[in-house]
């Protein structure tokens, strides 16, 4: 009976990941309307990381894990930044080469 309680919590912390990971596809789901996969690519490459910091490197767990917090966060910054930067530059595109080249009298 005492190995009963550890595989009760073992189960539903996995459960409750397994909830939420399903909870943001759903989300992501039925506000766009495609399945986006990049929750489960994050999540891989952030347990990936937090192995090979904790294991491999002899980082203690709590500081680890703060890593990879910051390293997955700053991944979406970065997409962030790089959406930001690209409706920039199809602005730019519109406004000084495709406008003027429509408006231009034909040959």
Known sequence: ???FWPFVIAGLTTGSLYGLAAMGLVLTYKTSGIFNF????IAAGA????FELNT???ISWPIAALIVMV???A????????LLSWGFLN???LALVRRPIVAAPSL
């Open 71 to 73: 390293a997955t966060e």
């Open 38 to 41: 990049a929750h489960g690519a």
């Open 47 to 50: 347990a990936y990381i937090f």
């Open 75 to 82: 991944d979406r910054v970065a997409s962030a930044a790089f």
């Open 56 to 58: 491999r490197n002899d």
């Open 1 to 3: 009976m005492s190995d």
């Open 91 to 93: 602005f730019f595109w």
